[in-house]
DNA sequence: ACGAATAAGTCAAGCAATTTGACTTAATAA
DNA sequence: TTATTAAGTCAAATTGCTTGACTTATTCGT
């Protein structure tokens, strides 16, 4: 008798289900449109005035959502719009990089609430995950002061790191922090915190970052290209986060380019850690950004080579990405504040010709994201909320997480 | 008074929509593992025996699922497995190509009733339309003879044909069929048949084709990679294929490779249609495949050249694929049989380094799938049954086909 | 050979959540 | 002033999953 094979199948779903999602639904649209009466809730969403109705009341109740004042458009009776809640939720987001590691507290509409930064020792994460819980319980403490039910309404720990993760790759002379990426950070983290945690690349960070409240707001299919010490892109396909079949999809920093004979990976010529190698910025100074900016403004020759160089290998990779995955639009996202990313933009117009459409277009083809810092640490703090309120097909599903 | 701005939203969903996700469920899973008892059922997809139970009553009503011969396999009451009934429904599919189209009757686990071939000119659309209706209501005639209600349980038909769809391009010297792309063939089908018209490239079809049958069966995370005239890629992503923004994703052979100052899309180099003007034959020729056949096997010099220079290039592809999409697996099909496609493959190999992991791998990172000629117009036919069976977000909301 | 254990499956009531259709409220337009 | 329009409520109906007890059929242990 052969051996009892696993049996394969989807998980099914129940009205419990449905009815999450239709609460997600409204989030959504609440956050996507502003403030919405539950007239044109039921409209937008398909779904009765009385069951907008009730979701409603729920929400309300669980303080996610809370009603203005009347409105009057026309005849009728007036409108009672409601609006998201920022109190109704919090979120902490955690970066962790080689230089530096960011914790921020945000709100379920992304207002940034506190804020911290520490350095972790990169090869020693046992030592690493102390200063990391003392850093979150640090801002914890100091955002739930004076905000009576905040404990309670934290939805979970996002974490941001460099990827990809689970692989065994020969180091490519650039920094891995493989150490942290074989250690069970997540486990740990949730035991420090008592919270829900999760992990994903600062692409996908930066991409979440950029779906809730930035360049992709409202958009369905989007690249978000994400020019770090290394590069990575993160990926919304159909309205979700994509993540591939074991966690690494969107490594576009792997991607060779460069001449036949000599396939180099993208990020070896387009990260902002090439860029330092080749000007010699230490990116352990605390001055690294006001230097580079400097550098930028004095028409820095190795900086406009740079930009050459990177911006040719990058006008490549969004061409191969506008090909392979047909977003609405391409958005260049990066940790480097200042004139520098604008001008790689700049540098890789005119994109190279391709099934995009031109015409016709509400987002252009490719457009700037966020260059702050601090983009990577709110997307990660944005995840919790993404996982929490964002309507997903998972959320349906009877067991979760699949 | 601004002016009144659409309002967004993802739609709702209800108790239909949940019990019609349920049904797919099951319907899936009797697909992916066989036989299952209800119990069998129940534990894999999460719902209690007794929904399991009131599903498969109305399934085996509809004449979708029948029982088996009672199993006993240890304590406890024997189990009564449930199967798919091939007769439970048809689809038809319907390839159109540059020197031939195909149309198949298939039943719902993928058996071919029927077939036939047809030529419709190029560039006369408006003519082409006709050739097609009487070629499918001659195959819908022959395979409904002796099945009393075939014609009720046809699924719709599953159109494909070279994309992309909706583009202007420059003609870059392979043959295109512009005039068919920007017709209504949609609609003047489901006019002149009466039945739900769907329409994807090949590649896609390819990809549905293998997911439902071939080597992508079971599997959620999917490159396929389709060698035909052009080249394209189907994509299986998270369970469902992926078509993009705009209809497009996937479309690999339009990714440039070669040297940074001759940037050559894939498809110039490793297209079938590449090789057949390098060989001189014509793909017209209903003898093509015994001529390509004939020099493969005499070692012909001009196909060793072909094969190496493409699978260079498609080295390149199947890294990049795998690189950015992270799939479980990365399958190349393609309309030629014979020994060309096994060929390439074993030229292809070995494989870059990537990050698809190596170790403990159920599927191997490259294989080969389908090289029927057949096989677009197998997984063309598959489209309709995926629409209407296969568990999807999509089935589960108010609003259909979002 | 017999009872205990185990597993599949049914029955009937319970329950959650959307839907339906009538009704109320409040505004504008004619 | 009245008709019309739109927002929102009420209460009953309906759908379809869940629950827990029960039945049936088989194997295992003694």
Redesign the pocket.
Known sequence: MSEQRPIRAKS?????G???H?RRVIIDALRVNGAL????LA?AT??????V???IETLEGDGLVASEE?V?K????????YRLVADGAYSIGLQIDRHISRVIVVDLVGNILARATAKVPPRAPEEGVAVLLDLVAGVRAAFAAGRPDAEARIAGIGVAMPGPFGVEIADDSLWLMQAWQSFPLVERLAAGTGLAVSLQNDAAACATAERMLGAAHGLDHAVCIYVGYGIGAGLILGGELYSGGHGNAGEIGMVLFGEPDELVPLEHRASIASLYALVGIDPADPGQFDRLEALVAAGDRRVADWIGRAARDLRRAVHTAETLFDPQTVILSGGVPGALMPALVAAIEPLLPSLSPTAGRAVPRLRLGMTDPWAVAIGAAADPIRRAFDPSFSAIL?RQGE
């Open positions: 099914g779903a129940n009205h419990e449905t009815s999450a239709n009466s539950r007239a044109d409209r398909g779904l009765t005035k009385q069951a109705s009730n979701l009347l009057r026309g005849r009728g009776q007036p409108s009672t719009p009877k």
